[in-house]
């Protein structure tokens, strides 16, 4: 199992290069002496001594002050020459202890990602809790997304579908079980560490998240996650049988893709989440079953795209429409664009719309649910309806 994506260069990446001895000493006396020249002129300045007296005769005092001067001089010469090498000694023991760390690092992640690909769910187990370690301990970003993209890739993997609690598949029923505990497992990691604040140990925040196609079936939460910086990617992910707590997180910079995700019979819950500055598609998403919630969500600042997704009710769902209820939409831009809404499915009731730009352009059905109301006449210019929403029904 391998990640995808190549680790990004960081500043520890580079390799330790220090300049020969010889120039660093030559360099670090030519400096000594200029530094020390500028000392020397600036008190002659000071003290006001307008010319050397050339007419006094070098007796034993001055000798002897010059003497010192020289030996003043030698001492700060192997001072300067003490100096150098202990810095070079210093940067030197640094590389090799990162160094070290690396190498241990490249030792527990083998170990890792081997328990992570035994047969054995508990083993399996051990693996993730292991890499989620070396995430929180990693000497470098590129070693961290490293473990977090090996996370990720065991969730984009293929896994057989529950057979059935029956007598006759019970042995498969289990392991399907275990095996699920193991993907909720790692579910669970991510959202514990996207609520820590980014710079603070075991914080993941600011690294790429790639979910690319996984089927989330459990719980998984979100809440006060803050996602800054970095690529997090839901792209054609299903969300079945699931409940996804996004209540309370940030969308802050970076680019999150929820494009051609499935929202089927679950709940998933973006109340009062923030999406400011960065980028959030719901392109050719599709919603059906009534379980998704923006209630007062707010849209401050960032770009957030619904083009083409579909809100449709699924008939054997209970839940009621899709809500952007007393949802704030302040600054940036959010689109809609050939969006189709199916008959009750969304309601925009109580929602405030200020200084933003919202288009609805081409979009499909009739109009959502509170929407005109909370728009208001006439119509502001930032905001795009189909004509046909404007054309009063005989």
Request: charged residues 15%; neutral net charge.
């Amino acid at each position: 199992m391998t990640a995808n994506r190549p680790p990004r260069p960081t500043s520890d990446d580079r390799q330790l290069q220090l300049w020969k001895l010889g120039r660093a000493l030559t360099l670090a006396f030519i400096a000594a002496v200029l530094v020390a020249s500028c000392v020397f002129y600036s008190l002659v300045y000071l003290l006001d001594f307008q010319e050397i007296d050339t007419t006094k005769t070098l007796d034993a005092k001055i000798l002897f002050d010059l003497l010192k001067v020289s030996f003043g001089v030698v001492a700060g010469a192997g001072a300067l020459v003490a100096l150098v090498v202990a810095y070079r000694r210093q940067r030197v023991d640094e590389a090799g202890a990162h160094r070290e760390a690396t190498r241990l690092h490249t030792e527990r992640f083998s170990q890792a990602v081997e328990q992570l690909g035994s047969d054995s769910p508990a083993i399996q187990l051990g693996g993730v809790h292991a890499l989620a370690g070396l995430a929180d301990d990693a000497p470098n970003d590129s070693l961290r997304q490293t473990c977090i993209d090996v996370l990720c890739a065991y969730l984009q993997l293929p896994f057989t579908p529950d057979p059935g609690g029956d007598s006759a598949h019970q042995d498969q029923h289990h392991r399907y079980l275990a095996l699920r505990k193991v993907r909720h497992t790692i579910l669970r990691l991510i959202g514990d560490h996207y609520r820590r604040p980014q710079g603070a140990h075991r914080s993941w925040q600011g690294c790429d998240l790639d979910l690319t196609g996984v089927t989330i079936d459990g719980f998984m939460d979100f809440s006060g996650a803050t996602f800054s910086g970095g690529t997090v990617s839901f792209f054609k992910a299903t969300f079945s049988d699931a409940t996804v707590n996004f209540s309370g997180a940030t969308f802050s910079g970076g680019t999150v893709s929820f494009s051609d995700a499935t929202f089927s019979d679950s709940s998933v819950r973006f109340v009062n989440a923030t999406f400011s500055d960065g980028t959030v598609y719901f392109g050719n998403a599709r919603f059906s079953g009534g379980g998704v919630s923006f209630y007062h969500a707010m849209f401050v600042g960032s770009r957030v795209a619904f083009d083409s997704a579909t809100f449709s009710r699924n008939p054997m769902s209970l839940d009621g429409p899709v809500p952007f209820l007393g949802a704030l939409f302040s600054g940036g831009i959010v689109s809609f664009t050939g969006t189709t809404f199916a008959s009750q499915t969304v309601s925009f009731l109580g929602s405030h719309f200020r200084t933003c730009t919202v288009t609805f352009h081409d979009a499909v059905g009739p109009v959502p649910h509170g929407l005109l109301a909370s728009i208001g006449t006439p119509v502001p210019p930032t905001i795009t309806l189909p004509p046909s929403w404007l054309t009063p029904t005989p």
